[in-house]
């Protein structure tokens, strides 16, 4: 029988909650795929536990499966011992840049039936293209005189021609299976050696994308624009940074965060793509048992919709969407929505 | 008679018709106070017609005022010539650096009478302290091998605890006025250097202000809080880039960027303020005299208030609210709306 070799980072506070349940999701969905899981035990937990973040065994290992379903990692943000992004930098950000996933794709869509904070969202339904590899997450900064009165702190945004146009080449590839709106977000009349390169490269591969409609808006019109009239995007293409905050925001006005959901890719297949919900590990509701497995489930539809199990995803996709559609406000715990959205997929 | 030494730089689009009632509002509410005004030609129209930016001389003569009021400054964004953030870098910053505006002030207060996109927006009202001269709008980027396919540009944010330090004295010292709750919005687990500063700068000074409750968000999640609970802020310290992002997404929450106006201060007074209305130069409804002059004129109030005539300043507020409560969704120019307030300021 096929064989997906899925690789389960359950990770720290909700994450092994809702990743349960997205593994239940995927088990039901599959059909004629064995599905074989592997669970890797990491994350702040782990870490404060043993003292190793990542090793080289465990990447090495990580990277001999089709994909990696990753909970959320990271503890309490007032724990000193996990200060200066330890976890952060060194196991969610290295494994995106180990897998060279350079495709971070967030999708917001606004369900008939859930409320977005919007009065009037109309419309909702577009894809963030954030890259994944570089602008200000490359770890190039640093200090001088740290913790004195004359410290000077650094952080350098890196942008390469080649990593901006293959993160473009795929948003312009996306945009043409939509709806053929591409929206590039940057700051360029600041940022303007990193703006200028991403406008020349979006300018450049759009000659080969003559029916794609481009436009281009600063980072902060782009926020405005997500809270007046977010129908107006399709596809967004943006850095890493800009990625970070316009999906969060996305995920806010597209009836919540609890809902969002998103892949790494590493589109060569080189390295294994991740998918993760765009949520936190959320330390204050852990272990309670009622953390929302929407964007954990949603994630996994997009794991199976990117290994070649388009099919799977849809039924995921189906059973979310007709599971969201006959919520009525009640409170379930997690493995509750889980359960009915499995009951869905396997009806 | 006492004299308000008033540097007006109308600028490009809209920003020249904004001003004006800006202007006749400073007029009306001033008593006993002379206001001269100098008019700067200043902006991308003057810099396409005489090929000069900002000039020493022009620097000079501007440090002689008391004040700056600025409309907006900026062309046409598909115009070549004013690529690369030539005027932005060139006119704007330029003079946000030359003075030192180390403190961008901009308020957020949503009017009882005023509709804000979101569903249930609460009591808005906080005031952001942007950081003014340093982060990643230091310019200290660049780029090699620029237009080929091996470029790489990089954008470096400098952060030293001198600048840090005044801007968070600013805000703590803001919130012991307001309701004394204050909030650090960084990116400090990927930007671990320059978050590291802000937060440990915040920490020392906060032992200060031991009744100023601090607390931190990530600046992704900070856009999430900014439409699910804006109420939750008072007082927001953030650094040059995620204050730009996050005033945009805040004047849109407010009701409007038509609404959202700002200080640029030297809170030492070494060198002259400069208030502007958040929005930009509109050329696509420039000419025309239906730009909303509000933010310009609530821009002006902030001025007045910072240059030594609270009183004056109050007029044009109360005046402000007073056309706001009117307002009933029918069309006005640009100068009945300014003359709206004029007689509500003269009345
Ligand atoms: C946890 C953090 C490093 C991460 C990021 O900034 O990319 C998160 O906010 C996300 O969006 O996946
Ligand atoms: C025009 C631009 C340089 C400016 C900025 O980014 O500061 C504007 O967006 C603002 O917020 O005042």
Do not use: C
């Amino acid at each position: 029988m096929e064989q997906l070799r899925l690789a389960v980072i359950a990770g720290d506070g909700i994450g092994p909650e809702v990743t349960l349940e997205a593994r239940k999701a995927m088990r039901a969905a599959l059909d004629g795929v064995e599905l074989v899981e592997t669970e890797y035990s990491l994350g702040a937990a782990h870490y404060l536990d043993t003292g190793e973040i990542l090793s080289d065994e465990t990447l090495a290992s990580l990277r001999q499966h089709d994909a990696i379903l990753l909970g959320a990692v990271g503890g309490d943000p007032a724990d000193a011992r996990l200060a200066g992004g330890i976890i952060e930098r060194g196991l969610l950000l290295r494994l995106r840049f180990a897998f060279d996933h350079h495709v971070n794709l967030r999708p917001t869509k606004l369900h008939p039936k859930v409320t977005s904070p919007l009065r009037e969202p109309g419309a909702i339904d577009f894809v963030v293209v954030r890259e994944g590899t570089e602008g200000p997450y490359v770890g190039n900064g640093g200090s001088l005189r740290t913790g004195t009165e004359h410290e000077i702190a650094n952080e350098t945004s890196v942008n390469t021609a080649f990593g901006v146009e293959r993160v473009v080449r795929f948003a312009f590839e996306l945009a043409e299976q939509r709806s053929k709106r591409l929206t590039l977000v940057h700051k360029k009349n600041v940022l303007v050696h990193a703006g200028g390169l991403w406008q020349r490269i979006v300018a450049e591969v759009g000659q080969q994308h003559p029916d794609v409609a481009v436009d281009y808006l600063h980072v902060d019109a782009a926020t405005i624009f997500l809270v007046e009239q977010p129908s107006r995007f399709d596809v967004i293409v943006t850095d890493n940074l800009f990625g970070d905050i316009l999906t969060d925001l996305a995920g806010a006005v597209g009836g919540g965060i609890g809902l969002a959901a998103s892949g790494n890719l590493n589109p060569s297949g080189e390295f294994p793509s991740m998918y993760e919900p765009v949520h936190g590990s959320a330390p204050d509701i852990a272990g309670r048992g009622i953390a929302d497995p929407t964007a954990a489930i949603i994630s996994a539809a997009l794991l199976l919709e990117h290994s070649g199990h388009p099919d799977a995803g849809q039924r995921i996709r189906d059973a979310v969407d007709g599971d969201v559609d006959a919520r009525d406000g009640s409170r379930r715990t997690t493995s509750q929505v889980g359960d009915a959205i499995v009951d869905r997929i396997t009806a």
